[in-house]
């Protein structure tokens, strides 16, 4: 039962300077658009219609990359206070609260990650889907007042078992109706074939995420949830663009070499888990190099994997192809269908636990609020923990408490897998 | 139920498990045969290295050894990672089991209620730990919150159980939060409330808390300071859930024996 720690060895992604390159070229583009005001340049939310925006020759910059950069930085815990004190409760999204506190206080991490670059750029017009939450919509509406520039968007239903065609349907109008309102500001006609040229690079790009992720299948892991959700970057922030789809044809071959040599994250892993919810960003590396410590793979997760989009809606209109892949995700579907999807991954990944972060201002991606965990547990003898913490308020997270028991639900596997090796009861 | 029973002027080898927590230190030095030969507990401090020196010191004078052998070590909690001894270490999460497990060999749901923590273990009839919950990031059914209540009343938490004996009338104390509670006692003191209610109150405050965690299942256990040192709470606990609550020897000292347990079984080679 006695475990020590081994100490803890990251292996570097040697594409994690292509991923530098290619992220400092994007933010150059939208610092000098910004600055020359052209091309315009549109707000999106991650899962917004990016493509949409790209056929009409908006540049499209991502709040929400912005903010977990704040909180990757731990710069988040310095700005949070600022939208609190504007109004902005510590009980909401903390990446909008970090993000409107950092305009309020004229800070941006980009600035020391990018040298040269002093704000975030300009937006001519703020677009959102609520399909990843609520809040979206306040934290643009913030920008709209501030900046006196129009917000947009589509509503997304919630809680969806199956999804149909009439839900497709009303968001593929909605969707239909922001092109005049988008015309109007980017001054550029709507073109039916711009947009499916964008849509055929999401394909390309979220596809080939999708083959890195699925590597991870093979024993040991090639790549952690922590590596993931650096180099997921492009498939949010530079999804539709010939940029991504050569990053991800080049991370594959790394990950394709890894698994050919047996190489995984994390060396001698002992034990695969899954992550449920969003990453802690200010304790990112921390965490990577605990489990690598732990000689544990957190191999799938619900984060990452929803950006495996799905573009499968046979049809014609490419409007109606969009809505699917916006809708066809994780956080916008009911219980079951998610207790579903969960199952499923832990089979395919051969994963031995669920790891449940209860993200304390992000409800719709803490999963473990609605029984999910003692569902998974009763009705699969599946191993579950639940961790609270938040995503970038790390006032909200204990490192001691959430330590102690994740050691211990390692403990845990391990005294149960000497007992089915040994044949003990 | 084991008794500890210093063995005076023998040359003995010795297990040690050092359990060092918010509060205090527990140790517990257990024989060959993993019987119990002394405990003690310290404050803990700020210098968690020290305060597992003085907790191992002082057992191993309890236990009256003429020339005392560590043969095996294990930390466990808050400090585990700050012994000064060669140790192996193993989480508070599972000793606690392990300790419970030993004194109570049957399935069964363990309560341990700390000074900082409260923990829920779930264990099958065969020892293994199945599942666990801690509470949240909050003081609310922990220890620190009886010691806050004794800080507001400027009464010492030694005087608790004798006074909430004396409680005729229920009254509720309704808020998760620490802070807020101390809030409503004050309230309560203006309206001229029994003390006595009050810190009846105070422990049914803790225990909802902790009902709140978890449907705490089959047989119970309780462990932890809290059952200790507070006899008429585990009354309210019995009461509150309708049925008996079992409480092992030392309760305060489970995690610690739990962890002098792990050390015997890995110089032996077994596991739990």
Known sequence: MSETRAPAAYRKIQSADRLRDILGAQYRRLNRASDERHPKIAWCSSMGPVELLLSLGFLVYFPENHAALL??????????????????????CSYLTSDIGAFIRKETPLSRAYPGLSSVPRPDVLVHNTNQCRDIQDWFAWYS?????????IATPRSLGEITQDTLGNIAGQMKRLVPRLEEV????????????????????????????????????????????VHMAPAVVLRGSEEAVGYYESLLREVEERVARGEGAVAGERFRLYWEGMPIWGRLRDLAEFFIGLRTAVAASTYCHSWMLNWTEPSEDPFLTL????TDIFIVRDEPAKEKIIEETVERFGLDGVLFHDARTCPFNSNSRYGLPERLKRRLGLPALTIHGDLNDLRCYSEEQTKTQVEAFIEQLAASSRRSRSGRP | MEKARPVRGRRAEFFAGIDIGSSTTKAVLLDVRSKLLASAVVRSGVDF??????ALRKAEAAAGLA???????????????????EASVVTEISCHARGSYHHFPKAHTLVDIGGQDSKVVKVDAQGRRTDFKLNRKCAAGTGAFLEEIAHRLRISLGRFDALARKSRKDIELGSYCTVFTATEILARVRQNTAVADIIKAAYSSVIKRVLEMDPLDGEIVLSGGVAAHHPFFIS?????????????PLPQLTGAWGAALFAVEGRRGGDA
């Open chain 2, 236 to 248: 309210l606990f019995e009461i509150a859930i309708g049925r008996r609550i079992f409480i092992p």
């Open chain 1, 323 to 326: 809505a699917r892949a916006a």
């Open chain 1, 71 to 92: 909180g990757a930085t731990r710069t988040a815990n310095n700005c949070i206070p600022a939208a609190n004190a504007a109004g902005y409760s510590p009980e909401i």
């Open chain 1, 145 to 153: 007042r501030e900046l006196r520039v129009p917000a947009m968007g």
């Open chain 2, 67 to 85: 020339a005392p052998r560590c043969r095996g070590l294990t930390a466990t909690g808050y400090g585990r990672h700050n012994t000064p001894f």
């Open chain 1, 186 to 229: 980017s001054g550029t006609r709507f073109d039916i074939d711009a947009l499916r040229t964008a849509l055929d690079l999401s394909k390309k790009c979220t596809s080939l995420w999708g083959r890195i992720l699925e590597a991870n299948t093979s024993v040991p892991a090639p790549l952690s949830f922590f590596d993931h959700t």
């Open chain 2, 49 to 54: 290295g020290s305060a597992a020196r003085r």
